[in-house]
Protein backbone atom coordinates (compact mmCIF):
# COMPACT_ATOMS: atom_id res chain seq x y z
CA UNK A 1 0.00 0.00 0.00
CA UNK A 2 2.45 2.56 0.90
CA UNK A 3 4.71 1.79 -2.18
CA UNK A 4 1.63 2.46 -4.56
CA UNK A 5 0.71 5.67 -2.68
CA UNK A 6 4.25 6.54 -2.95
CA UNK A 7 3.63 5.98 -7.19
CA UNK A 8 0.76 7.74 -7.40
CA UNK A 9 2.47 11.35 -5.38
CA UNK A 10 5.38 10.97 -7.79
CA UNK A 11 3.75 11.87 -11.05
CA UNK A 12 2.34 15.30 -9.69
CA UNK A 13 5.19 15.72 -8.10
CA UNK A 14 7.66 15.20 -11.15
CA UNK A 15 5.28 17.41 -13.57
CA UNK A 16 5.45 20.49 -10.71
CA UNK A 17 9.29 19.90 -10.56
CA UNK A 18 9.92 20.47 -13.88
CA UNK A 19 8.70 23.75 -14.24
CA UNK A 20 10.11 24.72 -10.53
CA UNK A 21 13.25 24.39 -11.63
CA UNK A 22 12.96 26.42 -14.65
CA UNK A 23 12.25 29.00 -12.59
CA UNK A 24 15.42 28.19 -10.09
CA UNK A 25 17.75 28.34 -13.54
CA UNK A 26 15.60 32.01 -13.46
CA UNK A 27 17.09 33.63 -10.15
CA UNK A 28 20.35 31.42 -10.74
CA UNK A 29 20.85 33.35 -14.25
CA UNK A 30 20.01 36.38 -12.47
CA UNK A 31 22.87 36.40 -10.11
CA UNK A 32 25.28 35.08 -12.73
CA UNK A 33 24.29 38.18 -14.96
CA UNK A 34 24.76 40.60 -12.00
CA UNK A 35 28.30 39.10 -11.46
CA UNK A 36 29.21 39.49 -14.99
CA UNK A 37 28.24 42.65 -15.28
CA UNK A 38 30.29 43.88 -12.15
CA UNK A 39 33.15 41.65 -12.87
CA UNK A 40 33.16 42.37 -16.94
CA UNK A 41 30.45 45.40 -17.80
CA UNK A 42 31.89 45.68 -21.34
CA UNK A 43 31.54 42.41 -22.04
CA UNK A 44 27.76 42.31 -20.23
CA UNK A 45 26.88 45.01 -22.46
CA UNK A 46 27.26 43.05 -25.39
CA UNK A 47 24.70 40.57 -24.11
CA UNK A 48 22.00 42.84 -24.13
CA UNK A 49 20.51 41.23 -27.24
CA UNK A 50 19.70 37.98 -25.10
CA UNK A 51 17.42 39.58 -22.97
CA UNK A 52 15.97 41.66 -25.88
CA UNK A 53 15.31 38.47 -27.77
CA UNK A 54 13.59 36.69 -24.91
CA UNK A 55 11.01 39.34 -24.58
CA UNK A 56 10.79 40.01 -28.09
CA UNK A 57 9.44 36.26 -28.27
CA UNK A 58 7.00 36.63 -25.61
CA UNK A 59 5.62 39.68 -27.48
CA UNK A 60 4.91 38.02 -30.58
CA UNK A 61 2.54 35.84 -28.87
CA UNK A 62 0.62 38.68 -27.51
CA UNK A 63 -1.56 39.58 -29.98
CA UNK A 64 -2.92 36.29 -30.93
CA UNK A 65 -3.38 35.26 -26.81
CA UNK A 66 -5.45 38.50 -26.70
CA UNK A 67 -7.73 38.05 -29.79
CA UNK A 68 -8.25 34.63 -28.67
CA UNK A 69 -9.39 35.44 -25.31
CA UNK A 70 -11.46 38.03 -26.11
CA UNK A 71 -13.27 36.17 -28.70
CA UNK A 72 -13.73 33.05 -26.60
CA UNK A 73 -15.36 35.78 -23.63
CA UNK A 74 -17.59 37.95 -25.63
CA UNK A 75 -18.62 35.00 -27.75
CA UNK A 76 -19.97 33.05 -25.53
CA UNK A 77 -21.63 36.26 -23.49
CA UNK A 78 -25.37 36.31 -24.27
CA UNK A 79 -25.87 40.57 -23.63
CA UNK A 80 -23.42 42.61 -25.12
CA UNK A 81 -24.46 45.09 -22.61
CA UNK A 82 -22.50 43.03 -19.78
CA UNK A 83 -19.10 43.96 -22.18
CA UNK A 84 -19.66 47.52 -22.39
CA UNK A 85 -20.58 47.47 -18.28
CA UNK A 86 -16.81 45.80 -17.81
CA UNK A 87 -15.56 48.34 -20.09
CA UNK A 88 -16.79 51.26 -18.59
CA UNK A 89 -16.06 49.77 -15.07
CA UNK A 90 -12.39 49.18 -16.08
CA UNK A 91 -11.83 52.79 -17.90
CA UNK A 92 -12.79 54.65 -14.82
CA UNK A 93 -11.63 52.58 -12.27
CA UNK A 94 -7.82 53.21 -14.33
CA UNK A 95 -8.34 56.73 -14.16
CA UNK A 96 -9.17 57.04 -10.62
CA UNK A 97 -6.27 55.13 -9.89
CA UNK A 98 -3.77 56.79 -11.82
CA UNK A 99 -4.59 60.02 -10.35
CA UNK A 100 -4.47 58.16 -6.96
CA UNK A 101 -1.02 57.21 -8.22
CA UNK A 102 -0.13 60.58 -9.90
CA UNK A 103 -1.08 62.04 -5.83
CA UNK A 104 1.18 59.90 -3.90
CA UNK A 105 4.24 60.73 -6.12
CA UNK A 106 4.02 64.12 -6.06
CA UNK A 107 3.80 64.32 -2.03
CA UNK A 108 6.66 61.84 -1.99
CA UNK A 109 8.60 63.59 -3.83
CA UNK A 110 8.17 66.90 -2.64
CA UNK A 111 9.06 65.60 0.91
CA UNK A 112 12.51 64.04 -0.11
CA UNK A 113 13.68 66.51 -2.99
CA UNK A 114 16.35 64.59 -4.32
CA UNK A 115 17.53 66.44 -7.15
CA UNK A 116 19.19 69.08 -4.91
CA UNK A 117 22.56 69.86 -5.30
CA UNK A 118 23.48 67.92 -8.30
CA UNK A 119 24.73 69.84 -11.46
CA UNK A 120 23.64 69.30 -15.35
CA UNK A 121 26.40 69.13 -17.53
CA UNK A 122 26.75 69.54 -21.77
CA UNK A 123 26.75 66.18 -21.99
CA UNK A 124 23.70 64.96 -19.93
CA UNK A 125 22.19 67.47 -21.50
CA UNK A 126 23.14 66.14 -24.80
CA UNK A 127 21.89 62.27 -23.67
CA UNK A 128 18.36 64.11 -22.33
CA UNK A 129 17.37 65.50 -25.98
CA UNK A 130 18.30 62.11 -27.32
CA UNK A 131 15.59 60.92 -25.18
CA UNK A 132 13.31 62.82 -27.00
CA UNK A 133 10.97 61.14 -29.64
CA UNK A 134 10.88 63.20 -32.99
CA UNK A 135 7.75 61.05 -33.73
CA UNK A 136 5.95 60.98 -30.18
CA UNK A 137 2.06 60.99 -31.02
CA UNK A 138 -0.14 63.73 -29.77
CA UNK A 139 -3.66 62.73 -28.36
CA UNK A 140 -5.12 62.75 -31.94
CA UNK A 141 -2.49 60.60 -33.16
CA UNK A 142 -2.95 57.95 -30.82
CA UNK A 143 -6.65 57.83 -30.82
CA UNK A 144 -6.68 57.28 -34.38
CA UNK A 145 -3.89 54.44 -34.31
CA UNK A 146 -5.98 52.45 -32.04
CA UNK A 147 -7.33 51.68 -35.67
CA UNK A 148 -5.38 49.09 -37.56
CA UNK A 149 -4.69 49.71 -41.06
CA UNK A 150 -5.81 46.40 -42.00
CA UNK A 151 -7.69 44.05 -40.07
CA UNK A 152 -4.99 41.54 -39.72
CA UNK A 153 -2.00 44.21 -39.25
CA UNK A 154 -2.77 44.98 -35.73
CA UNK A 155 -1.16 41.28 -35.74
CA UNK A 156 1.35 41.82 -37.63
CA UNK A 157 2.81 44.93 -36.26
CA UNK A 158 1.90 43.83 -32.48
CA UNK A 159 -0.36 46.98 -31.12
CA UNK A 160 -1.89 45.85 -28.10
CA UNK A 161 -5.16 48.09 -28.48
CA UNK A 162 -5.18 47.34 -32.06
CA UNK A 163 -5.45 43.80 -31.55
CA UNK A 164 -8.50 44.90 -28.77
CA UNK A 165 -10.47 46.73 -30.97
CA UNK A 166 -10.36 43.76 -33.99
CA UNK A 167 -10.79 40.90 -30.88
CA UNK A 168 -13.81 43.25 -29.40
CA UNK A 169 -15.55 43.12 -33.30
CA UNK A 170 -15.44 39.87 -33.91
CA UNK A 171 -16.68 38.83 -30.43
CA UNK A 172 -19.74 40.88 -30.93
CA UNK A 173 -20.27 39.64 -34.36
CA UNK A 174 -20.09 36.02 -33.65
CA UNK A 175 -22.55 37.10 -30.60
CA UNK A 176 -24.57 38.23 -33.25
CA UNK A 177 -24.37 35.06 -35.35
CA UNK A 178 -25.33 33.27 -33.00
CA UNK A 179 -25.19 29.27 -33.44
CA UNK A 180 -23.64 29.89 -36.98
CA UNK A 181 -20.47 31.48 -35.24
CA UNK A 182 -20.36 27.93 -33.04
CA UNK A 183 -17.94 26.87 -35.91
CA UNK A 184 -15.66 29.65 -35.66
CA UNK A 185 -15.84 29.90 -31.75
CA UNK A 186 -14.38 26.49 -32.22
CA UNK A 187 -11.68 27.25 -34.41
CA UNK A 188 -10.29 30.28 -32.15
CA UNK A 189 -10.60 27.70 -29.20
CA UNK A 190 -8.01 25.36 -30.76
CA UNK A 191 -5.98 28.18 -31.77
CA UNK A 192 -6.30 29.33 -28.38
CA UNK A 193 -4.83 25.81 -26.90
CA UNK A 194 -2.00 26.35 -29.53
CA UNK A 195 -0.74 29.65 -28.48
CA UNK A 196 -0.37 29.02 -24.89
CA UNK A 197 1.30 25.57 -25.85
CA UNK A 198 3.98 27.89 -27.73
CA UNK A 199 4.01 29.88 -25.24
CA UNK A 200 4.99 27.14 -22.41
CA UNK A 201 7.75 26.58 -24.68
CA UNK A 202 9.01 29.88 -25.37
CA UNK A 203 9.32 30.09 -21.34
CA UNK A 204 11.98 27.41 -21.42
CA UNK A 205 14.21 30.63 -22.73
CA UNK A 206 13.42 32.47 -19.69
CA UNK A 207 16.79 31.74 -17.81
CA UNK A 208 19.10 32.63 -20.69
CA UNK A 209 16.80 36.47 -21.19
CA UNK A 210 17.54 36.66 -17.63
CA UNK A 211 21.00 36.42 -18.07
CA UNK A 212 21.55 38.53 -20.41
CA UNK A 213 18.89 41.37 -19.49
CA UNK A 214 20.57 41.15 -16.00
CA UNK A 215 24.28 41.35 -17.19
CA UNK A 216 23.64 44.66 -19.37
CA UNK A 217 21.63 46.45 -17.33
CA UNK A 218 24.43 46.02 -14.69
CA UNK A 219 27.21 46.55 -16.82
CA UNK A 220 25.93 49.92 -18.46
CA UNK A 221 24.86 51.50 -15.25
CA UNK A 222 28.03 50.61 -12.98
CA UNK A 223 28.17 51.49 -9.48
CA UNK A 224 28.90 55.13 -9.56
CA UNK A 225 25.42 55.74 -10.99
CA UNK A 226 23.83 54.07 -8.52
CA UNK A 227 25.18 55.33 -5.27
CA UNK A 228 25.00 59.51 -6.71
CA UNK A 229 21.23 58.40 -7.69
CA UNK A 230 20.21 56.57 -4.72
CA UNK A 231 17.75 58.23 -2.89
CA UNK A 232 15.76 58.82 -6.12
CA UNK A 233 15.95 55.11 -7.13
CA UNK A 234 15.34 54.31 -3.21
CA UNK A 235 12.23 56.58 -3.06
CA UNK A 236 10.71 55.35 -5.76
CA UNK A 237 10.96 51.42 -4.98
CA UNK A 238 9.58 52.92 -1.34
CA UNK A 239 6.93 54.88 -2.70
CA UNK A 240 5.82 51.72 -5.02
CA UNK A 241 5.71 49.69 -2.36
CA UNK A 242 3.96 51.75 -0.55
CA UNK A 243 1.19 51.88 -3.10
CA UNK A 244 0.88 48.48 -3.76
CA UNK A 245 0.59 47.23 -0.48
CA UNK A 246 -1.37 50.15 1.40
CA UNK A 247 -3.81 51.12 -1.69
CA UNK A 248 -3.75 48.12 -3.61
CA UNK A 249 -3.86 45.99 -0.82
CA UNK A 250 -6.63 48.10 0.98
CA UNK A 251 -8.78 47.75 -1.67
CA UNK A 252 -8.41 44.18 -2.44
CA UNK A 253 -9.17 43.41 1.39
CA UNK A 254 -11.81 45.64 1.20
CA UNK A 255 -13.81 45.01 -2.07
CA UNK A 256 -13.10 41.38 -2.65
CA UNK A 257 -12.00 40.07 0.97
CA UNK A 258 -8.68 39.39 -0.71
CA UNK A 259 -4.84 39.29 1.00
CA UNK A 260 -2.78 40.66 -1.51
CA UNK A 261 0.23 38.47 -0.48
CA UNK A 262 -2.02 35.43 -0.91
CA UNK A 263 -2.49 36.82 -4.65
CA UNK A 264 0.80 37.54 -5.05
CA UNK A 265 2.49 34.22 -4.11
CA UNK A 266 0.16 33.24 -6.49
CA UNK A 267 1.74 35.34 -8.82
CA UNK A 268 5.22 34.53 -7.52
CA UNK A 269 6.85 33.58 -10.85
CA UNK A 270 5.63 36.17 -13.05
CA UNK A 271 6.53 38.56 -11.08
CA UNK A 272 10.01 36.89 -11.12
CA UNK A 273 9.94 36.95 -14.75
CA UNK A 274 9.29 40.56 -14.62
CA UNK A 275 12.38 41.47 -12.35
CA UNK A 276 14.53 38.98 -14.70
CA UNK A 277 13.65 41.06 -17.72
CA UNK A 278 12.36 44.35 -16.23
CA UNK A 279 9.18 44.15 -18.80
CA UNK A 280 5.70 43.51 -17.65
CA UNK A 281 4.81 42.73 -21.21
CA UNK A 282 6.81 39.40 -20.71
CA UNK A 283 4.18 38.31 -18.01
CA UNK A 284 0.87 39.73 -19.78
CA UNK A 285 -0.04 36.36 -21.60
CA UNK A 286 0.60 34.23 -18.34
CA UNK A 287 -1.04 37.01 -16.18
CA UNK A 288 -4.43 36.67 -18.84
CA UNK A 289 -4.01 32.35 -18.27
CA UNK A 290 -3.83 32.84 -14.60
CA UNK A 291 -6.43 35.01 -13.79
CA UNK A 292 -8.71 32.87 -15.67
CA UNK A 293 -7.83 29.76 -14.02
CA UNK A 294 -8.19 31.93 -10.55
CA UNK A 295 -11.98 32.25 -11.44
CA UNK A 296 -12.39 35.52 -13.21
CA UNK A 297 -14.84 35.16 -16.75
CA UNK A 298 -12.98 35.11 -19.64
CA UNK A 299 -14.75 38.55 -20.94
CA UNK A 300 -13.18 40.63 -17.55
CA UNK A 301 -9.86 38.80 -17.91
CA UNK A 302 -9.95 39.75 -21.60
CA UNK A 303 -10.98 43.52 -21.55
CA UNK A 304 -9.40 44.51 -17.91
CA UNK A 305 -5.82 42.75 -18.39
CA UNK A 306 -5.06 44.26 -22.29
CA UNK A 307 -6.76 47.58 -21.59
CA UNK A 308 -5.03 48.13 -18.44
CA UNK A 309 -1.67 47.55 -19.88
CA UNK A 310 -2.15 50.74 -21.68
CA UNK A 311 -4.18 52.70 -19.60
CA UNK A 312 -3.80 51.22 -15.90
CA UNK A 313 0.09 52.11 -15.48
CA UNK A 314 0.14 52.83 -12.32
CA UNK A 315 4.07 52.46 -11.52
CA UNK A 316 4.85 54.70 -15.23
CA UNK A 317 2.86 57.39 -12.65
CA UNK A 318 4.84 57.27 -10.16
CA UNK A 319 7.93 57.00 -11.81
CA UNK A 320 6.77 60.36 -14.21
CA UNK A 321 5.74 62.06 -10.87
CA UNK A 322 8.71 61.99 -9.05
CA UNK A 323 11.46 62.04 -12.14
CA UNK A 324 9.45 65.24 -13.35
CA UNK A 325 10.45 66.97 -9.66
CA UNK A 326 13.83 65.67 -9.57
CA UNK A 327 15.05 66.82 -13.06
CA UNK A 328 13.41 69.84 -12.07
CA UNK A 329 15.40 70.44 -8.27
CA UNK A 330 18.27 69.21 -10.32
CA UNK A 331 17.94 71.81 -13.02
CA UNK A 332 17.59 74.69 -10.41
CA UNK A 333 14.24 75.50 -11.12
CA UNK A 334 12.02 73.34 -8.42
CA UNK A 335 8.48 74.11 -9.38
CA UNK A 336 5.66 75.13 -7.08
CA UNK A 337 2.52 73.11 -6.51
CA UNK A 338 1.10 75.24 -8.84
CA UNK A 339 3.56 74.42 -11.79
CA UNK A 340 3.65 70.70 -10.87
CA UNK A 341 -0.13 69.97 -11.10
CA UNK A 342 -0.44 70.95 -14.63
CA UNK A 343 2.26 69.32 -16.02
CA UNK A 344 1.95 66.15 -14.33
CA UNK A 345 -1.80 66.18 -15.71
CA UNK A 346 -0.07 66.76 -19.18
CA UNK A 347 2.00 63.66 -18.32
CA UNK A 348 -1.04 61.38 -17.33
CA UNK A 349 -2.58 62.18 -20.80
CA UNK A 350 0.58 61.48 -22.57
CA UNK A 351 1.10 58.28 -20.77
CA UNK A 352 -1.84 56.48 -22.01
CA UNK A 353 -0.88 53.67 -24.31
CA UNK A 354 2.89 53.59 -23.61
CA UNK A 355 4.01 50.38 -23.75
CA UNK A 356 5.19 47.83 -20.34
CA UNK A 357 8.72 47.78 -22.17
CA UNK A 358 12.02 48.97 -20.50
CA UNK A 359 12.51 52.36 -21.70
CA UNK A 360 8.98 53.84 -22.66
CA UNK A 361 8.39 55.20 -19.07
CA UNK A 362 11.77 57.74 -20.11
CA UNK A 363 10.63 58.29 -23.53
CA UNK A 364 7.06 58.87 -22.54
CA UNK A 365 8.44 61.43 -20.06
CA UNK A 366 11.01 62.72 -21.92
CA UNK A 367 8.01 63.26 -24.93
CA UNK A 368 6.02 65.24 -22.02
CA UNK A 369 8.66 67.07 -20.66
CA UNK A 370 9.35 68.39 -24.77
CA UNK A 371 5.63 69.06 -25.25
CA UNK A 372 4.98 70.94 -21.89
CA UNK A 373 8.18 72.28 -20.13
CA UNK A 374 10.84 72.36 -22.99
CA UNK A 375 13.43 73.47 -20.09
CA UNK A 376 13.66 70.33 -18.11
CA UNK A 377 14.50 68.05 -20.97
CA UNK A 378 17.94 69.32 -20.34
CA UNK A 379 18.28 67.33 -17.03
CA UNK A 380 16.44 63.94 -18.68
CA UNK A 381 20.02 62.79 -19.19
CA UNK A 382 20.27 62.67 -15.16
CA UNK A 383 18.52 59.62 -14.52
CA UNK A 384 18.95 57.58 -17.65
CA UNK A 385 21.66 55.73 -15.92
CA UNK A 386 19.27 54.26 -13.27
CA UNK A 387 16.18 54.18 -15.19
CA UNK A 388 16.87 50.54 -15.72
CA UNK A 389 16.42 49.84 -12.33
CA UNK A 390 13.50 52.09 -12.12
CA UNK A 391 12.11 50.46 -14.67
CA UNK A 392 12.29 47.35 -12.73
CA UNK A 393 9.85 48.82 -9.95
CA UNK A 394 7.90 49.91 -13.27
CA UNK A 395 6.96 46.89 -14.32
CA UNK A 396 6.49 45.40 -11.07
CA UNK A 397 3.77 47.92 -10.14
CA UNK A 398 1.94 47.96 -13.22
CA UNK A 399 1.92 44.12 -13.18
CA UNK A 400 0.46 44.19 -9.46
CA UNK A 401 -2.07 47.17 -10.60
CA UNK A 402 -3.15 45.20 -13.44
CA UNK A 403 -3.55 41.83 -11.26
CA UNK A 404 -5.81 43.40 -8.24
CA UNK A 405 -7.52 45.44 -10.92
CA UNK A 406 -8.53 41.66 -12.66
CA UNK A 407 -9.80 40.79 -9.49
CA UNK A 408 -11.77 43.80 -8.50
CA UNK A 409 -13.56 44.51 -11.59
CA UNK A 410 -14.88 40.86 -11.98
CA UNK A 411 -15.53 41.26 -7.97
CA UNK A 412 -18.14 44.48 -8.94
CA UNK A 413 -19.41 42.65 -11.78
CA UNK A 414 -20.34 39.71 -9.86
CA UNK A 415 -18.22 37.48 -12.82
CA UNK A 416 -15.60 35.96 -10.29
CA UNK A 417 -16.57 32.30 -9.17
CA UNK A 418 -15.09 33.22 -4.97
CA UNK A 419 -15.20 29.67 -4.18
CA UNK A 420 -12.53 28.91 -7.23
CA UNK A 421 -10.65 31.88 -6.20
CA UNK A 422 -10.64 30.59 -2.36
CA UNK A 423 -9.46 26.76 -3.38
CA UNK A 424 -6.97 28.00 -6.75
CA UNK A 425 -5.01 30.53 -3.49
CA UNK A 426 -4.79 27.67 -0.92
CA UNK A 427 -3.11 25.12 -3.67
CA UNK A 428 -5.83 23.41 -3.95
CA UNK A 429 -6.27 23.62 -7.63
CA UNK A 430 -2.61 23.86 -9.62
CA UNK A 431 -2.28 26.17 -12.59
CA UNK A 432 -1.10 23.88 -15.27
CA UNK A 433 1.87 24.89 -16.63
CA UNK A 434 2.23 22.97 -19.32
CA UNK A 435 -0.62 23.99 -21.50
CA UNK A 436 -1.70 27.03 -19.68
CA UNK A 437 -5.48 26.43 -19.93
CA UNK A 438 -7.67 24.61 -17.77
CA UNK A 439 -9.69 22.40 -20.76
CA UNK A 440 -12.22 20.81 -17.91
CA UNK A 441 -12.87 24.83 -16.69
CA UNK A 442 -16.77 25.78 -16.25
CA UNK A 443 -18.41 28.14 -18.12
CA UNK A 444 -18.50 31.08 -16.11
CA UNK A 445 -14.05 30.93 -15.52
CA UNK A 446 -13.24 29.38 -19.14
CA UNK A 447 -15.45 30.86 -21.65
CA UNK A 448 -16.75 28.24 -24.00
CA UNK A 449 -16.66 24.62 -22.66
CA UNK A 450 -15.67 21.76 -25.27
CA UNK A 451 -18.78 19.62 -24.53
CA UNK A 452 -21.25 22.93 -23.45
CA UNK A 453 -20.66 25.91 -26.03
CA UNK A 454 -22.71 24.76 -28.42
CA UNK A 455 -25.41 24.52 -25.86
CA UNK A 456 -24.51 27.75 -25.00
CA UNK A 457 -24.92 29.59 -28.02
CA UNK A 458 -28.09 28.08 -29.03
CA UNK A 459 -29.62 29.84 -25.63
CA UNK A 460 -27.79 33.07 -27.37
Known amino acids: MTSAADTASAAPRAKR ?142 EVLQTLLIALLTGFALQAMGPAGQPVLRGVEHIQRLVFRILAMVMWAAPVGAFGAMAAVVGSAGVDALKSLAVLMLGFYATCFLFV ?76 TMASLFIADAMGTPMSVG ?18 VTGAGMATLAGGLQSHKPALVDGIGLIVGIDRFMSEARAL ?14 TWTKEIDRERVDQVLAGQLPFDEKTLLDDDADDTTAGVPEQGGEKELARA
Open 397 to 410: TNFAGNAVATVLIG
Open 245 to 320: FIVLGTLLRLVAGLNILTLFRYLGREFLLILSTSSSESALPRLIAKMEHLGVSKPVVGITVPTGYSFNLDGTMIYM
Open 17 to 158: DRTHYLYIAVIVAVAIGITVGLVAPDFAVELKPLGTGFVNLIKMMISPIIFCTIVLGIGSVRKAAKVGAVGGIALLYFTVMSLIALAIGLVVGNILEPGTGLAVTDAIKDVGHAQVDAEAKNTTDFLLGVIPTTIVSAFTEG
Open 339 to 356: EQIPLLLFLFVASKGAAG
